[in-house]
């Protein structure tokens, strides 16, 4: 009994892996007819910057003053081997506004904050 159902689901997978085989060698060949797209042309670059460049403000408007400071160092192989040759210091300076404290500085920004 045991035999004769190994030998069924031998059967059953032989026939399976044959008409597998058969399906893919006889079956038509699908060609796609879906036509693609035309790429879209890529945007051309901006012209190099020509002229002075007003750097002394950024793009969201802060104003930047800079400075640059040289003290006289010693030759250049000694002033390459000390790391303290090269520093850059920042400095922020900005100001800080006050929190509104009546009613009346806070009607500036909304006039109608009074009546709610």
Known sequence: MVLLLAAAIFAVILYRWIS????QYFAPRETPTTTSPTPEPTPTRPPPIAGKLDTGRLFNGI??????????????????????????????????????RTLEELAKITPRLPEL
């Open 63 to 100: 104003t930047l003053h800079s400075s640059v400071e040289t003290t006289p160092g010693s030759d250049a192989s000694t002033e390459r081997a000390d790391p303290e040759s090269y520093v850059l210091d920042l400095k922020l300076n900005a100001r800080v506004p006050t929190p509104n």
């Open 20 to 23: 597998q085989e058969r399906l």
